[in-house]
């Protein structure tokens, strides 16, 4: 017996009802690519999570660079956007998708900055181990550049059923 014929049992019994029908009614929204609030908060989440680590990241380096503290001024608009994008639908299609499409951009920056930044340490792409270890984390900013395309996503899709 698998653990959701197990499941369907014990909630014909009238047991774990409520647990068992949240998970099934989220699962069925998915399938049928209705995320959008979900997926709105995720993004919120994962926008405050990920600037929280980019700014103690870019603290260790103390901003040297202004454009360091572009993902950190952003982030509280993207998070403000997908929380917004939880209980309104004008939102989730307008303010989180515009407001990601400039997360994702500047992820995609970031990414060129750090390669950039790689190239620019003493002995640059020869001595690459070294300098990726040392330098700039070569793909972080591909991590903020997601946040963007969840928010993008979320704004694509449709909203769950109440």
């Known amino acids: ?12 019994a009238g047991g774990d009802a409520p647990v068992v029908h949240r998970l099934d009614h989220l699962v069925r929204n998915v399938e049928q690519g209705r995320f959008e609030r979900t997926l709105s908060g995720l993004t919120a989440v994962a926008a405050i999570v990920t600037g929280a680590e980019i700014w103690l990241e870019h603290d260790k380096a103390s901003f040297g660079n202004r454009m360091m503290w572009t993902p950190v001024a952003l982030t509280p608009f993207v998070a403000a956007a997908g929380i917004a994008g939880i209980w309104s639908r004008r939102a989730a299609k307008g303010a989180l998708p515009a407001t990601s499409a400039v997360v994702l951009a500047n992820g995609l920056q970031g990414t060129y900055l750090h390669v ?3 190239s620019q340490k003493p002995g640059g792409w020869r001595m690459a181990r070294y300098n990726i270890e040392m330098g700039p984390p070569l793909l972080a900013p591909l991590l903020f550049a997601m946040v963007g395309g969840m928010g993008l996503l979320a704004a694509v899709l449709r909203r769950e059923d109440s």
């Open 1 to 12: 017996m698998t653990w959701y014929e197990g499941a369907a049992r014990r909630r014909a």
């Open 116 to 118: 950039r930044g790689i």
